[in-house]
C-alpha cells in the first residue's frame, strides 16, 4: 500500500491532476466475448473490469428456480493478480458482501417476470483494480446486461463521491479512497433518479452528504452516456458486419 500523502488537493487539483468533481478516464467496450451473451470491458482510472452475461438460462440446482420470475445472480471477483500484493483464489468475505449489494441494485430494473423459471448470471473480474471496483463493475455489468438483450426499464449507473483534505472529490482514486475521510459509492437509475445502491464508509455532514450526492449523481450521468455510447457502438458493428473481439 502507497503511504499516505501530506495533501490530496494542492492548487485546486487532485494528486492525479483532476479537478474535485472529475472523473477518472473512462472507456467502455460492448460485446467482447464471443461465447457469452452479453458482455463488457471496461476501464475507469486504473481499474480494468470485464463483465460477462450468460442467460435466461436453466436454474441448477432445480429447487431454486422461481415459478414466477427469472432469478439474478451476481458474483464479483478480484483476480488474484488484480492488485499489487497477490490477493488470495476464490471468493471472501468482501466480494461476497460486494456480490449481495451489486445484485440488489439491479433488482428493481431487471424485468425478471420475463422468464420464469430460469436465471440470469452475471459475471464480474476485475482484472486490475484501482479503487472503486464495486461501481465499475456495476457500469460494466448494465452494459453486458443490455449487451445479452435482458428486458430491463433501464441501465444502471454508479459512481463514488467522497471526502479529502475536506473537500469532497468524485470518483475517488487509489490514495484517496484508501486515505480519505469518506467514500460513498452509489448506483441510480439515471431515467427516473431511483437509488438502486449507497453506502457510506466515514462521516459526511448533512450539507456535505447533499453535495456530494448531488454531484455523484451528475457523475452517473456521465457515466450513462458513454454506456449508451457504447452499446450503440456495438450495435452498429453488428449491423455493419464486423466482428466481436474472440471471433
Partial sequence: MNAKPEKFIIDGLRLDGRRPDELRPLKISAGVLKRA?????????????????????????????DATKAIVRYRYN???????????????????????VCRDAFQPVVIKERHPRLA?????????????????????????????????KSLVASCAVGKVD????????????????????????????EITLLQMDGHLTRDEFGTGFKMAMEGCQKIHEAQKEALAKCYQMKDDGGEQVGE
Fill in 78 to 100: 478480484m483476480a488474484s493478480f488484480s492488485v499489487g500484493d497477490r490477493k488470495r483464489p476464490g471468493p471472501d468475505r468482501r466480494s461476497i458482501e460486494i456480490s449481495k
Fill in 166 to 193: 475536506d473537500t469532497l472529490v468524485l470518483d475517488l482514486m487509489k490514495e484517496e479512497d484508501n486515505y480519505g475521510q469518506a467514500d460513498m459509492p452509489i448506483a441510480v437509475i439515471p431515467t427516473t433518479g
Fill in 120 to 152: 440470469i448470471d452475471v459475471f464480474v473480474e476485475v482484472l486490475q483494480a484501482g479503487a472503486g471496483t464495486r461501481t465499475a463493475g456495476i457500469n460494466a455489468a448494465s452494459v453486458a446486461l443490455a449487451d445479452a438483450g435482458i428486458a430491463m
Fill in 37 to 65: 451473451d452479453g458482455s463488457c470491458y471496461l476501464e475507469l482510472g486504473a481499474n480494468k473490469v470485464m463483465a460477462a452475461v450468460y442467460g435466461p438460462r436453466q436454474v441448477h440446482p432445480r429447487h431454486m428456480q
